[in-house]
């Protein structure tokens, strides 16, 4: 059974730091694309990060670009989440996800709150 | 690639169909995707390659559509169905697209 388990969130002040990472099991994690996508309160989906299975290749969405660094380790099956510069409109649930263009799975998300 | 779904709700009583729709502000072929969200839990994949269901689905999910189209039909909805469900979009890689989502609610 694929498991994925956020953590690392938490209440931050704007313009601070959080790094997020996820624990991936059930599946060879280094055969599979990954991605965190957001959902603030109350609101819908964001793809914000995707990383290649190599962690070679990243791509961003543009309102975290040069803020938001995605990385892997391969050897400890994990993905990692580098939020740096926060806002509050960074507020959200992020969910660490499987897959390329189809989301197959995805974790229960762990929960970051930027406020003063 | 902007996707836009209606409506925001959808108010049906258990044993009724629902159908929902997704539109793309430019063709996506076939490359849709549905999520159903129940509260407090994270998306679970439902259809994908916009009429594929994903594997444990149940029939009663169907998804048709292509270009710019789609929709997701219930055959009569079960408790378990009252839910948020969501489309996306992969035609155009990256960034993925999501629509807004269309909440089924029990009336």
């Known amino acids: 059974e694929v498991q994925l388990v956020e953590s690392g969130g938490g209440l931050v002040q704007p313009g601070g730091s959080l790094r997020l990472s996820c624990a991936a099991s059930?599946?060879?994690?280094?055969?599979?694309?990954m991605n965190w996508v957001r959902q603030a309160p109350g609101k819908g989906l964001e793809w914000i990060a995707y990383i290649s299975s190599s962690g070679f290749t990243t791509y961003y969405e543009d309102s975290v670009k040069g803020r938001f660094t995605i990385s892997r380790d391969n050897a400890k099956n994990s993905l990692y989440l580098q939020m740096n510069s926060l806002r509050a409109e960074d507020t959200a649930l992020y969910y660490c996800v499987r897959g390329e263009k189809i989301l197959y799975d995805w974790g229960q998300g762990t929960l970051v709150t930027v406020s003063s | 690639i902007m996707m836009t779904q209606s409506p925001a709700t959808l108010s049906l009583s258990p044993g009724e169909r629902a159908t929902l729709s997704c539109r793309a502000s430019?063709?996506?072929?076939?490359?849709v995707v549905w999520y159903q969200q129940k509260p407090g839990q994270a998306p679970r994949l439902l259809i994908y390659?916009?009429?594929t269901r994903a594997t444990g689905i149940p029939v009663r999910f169907s998804g048709s559509g292509s270009g710019t189209e789609f929709i997701l039909t219930i055959r009569s909805l079960q408790p378990e169905d009252f839910a948020v469900y969501y489309c996306q979009q992969f035609n155009d890689w990256l960034p993925l697209t999501f629509g807004g989502g269309t909440k089924v609610e029990i009336k």
């Open positions: 059930g599946f060879i994690f280094s055969s599979f694309e």
């Open positions: 390659g916009a009429s």
């Open positions: 430019q063709s996506v072929g076939s490359n």
